[in-house]
């Protein structure tokens, strides 16, 4: 066999393995999304029991506050507490969807940043629902049940106490936001408080963050089979 035609046949061979490897790698990495995009949808659950867990609740407030609608000192902190109670599951829905209508297929730099953005804005909601939780979940909680449930008026029982309590979770805020920026800031290369923010963040970035890394894995190994 002339020594030409057989350069080129083993050219074209090597032409077809790297064609069959990049097809191959392709199949699985179309295989990794849908497997992924069904991982991160099963989170979908929490919604349904956001729902149930806040139904009462808000059931609970509406009959408070049709009760209670004349007197300020009581519908202004059933309000409050309806209003946290009714945002929260939905924008932590409207998170987890969009997460879940993410598109994984895009260059792996273009979705790590687009989920470092996503992980950002999850920590801004978990850290102004606690801010704020912390209060309305505190004496309006407190005024509304007792009235509701025992009609006691806490206001003519604790007169001293109600006033400054506000006032120290008031300005509770701006001290704990300044802590969050000092460690944030501080923290940010650690392995440890990256894994921290994560677990807040939600199960579902952890998990699109592992499968990014096999993503990543997968796109290395045509350039290595070159």
Not at 102 to 123: C, S, Y
């Amino acid at each position: 066999m002339n020594l030409d035609l057989l350069k080129a046949e083993w050219a074209t061979r090597d032409q077809r393995l790297e064609q069959a490897v990049r097809m191959n790698t392709q199949m699985l990495r179309l295989t990794l999304l849908e497997q992924h995009r069904r991982d991160i949808a099963k989170w979908s659950w929490t919604d349904k029991y956001e729902i149930i867990a806040g139904t009462p609740v808000l059931i609970f407030l509406i009959w408070f506050l049709s009760h209670h609608i004349s007197e300020w000192q009581f519908a202004l902190p059933a309000y409050a507490m309806l209003t946290w109670t009714a945002a929260m599951p939905i924008l932590n829905h409207r998170l987890r969807h969009a997460l879940q209508e993410m598109d994984f297929g895009q260059p792996i730099t273009m979705v790590q940043k687009q989920l470092a953005e996503h992980k950002a804005r999850r920590l801004s909601l978990f850290k102004w629902a606690f801010l704020l939780g912390q209060i309305v979940w505190f004496i309006p909680f407190i005024v509304v049940f007792f009235k509701g449930v025992f009609g006691v008026d806490l206001y003519l029982k604790t007169e001293n106490f109600i006033g400054p309590s506000l006032i120290a979770g008031v300005l509770f805020i701006p001290l704990a936001i300044a802590i969050s920026k000092l460690l944030s800031g501080r923290l940010k290369h650690s392995a440890r408080f990256q894994a921290f923010t994560d677990m807040l963040a939600g199960n579902d970035i952890i998990q699109s963050r592992q499968f990014l890394s096999k993503i990543a894995q997968f796109e290395e190994m045509p350039r290595e089979a070159e």
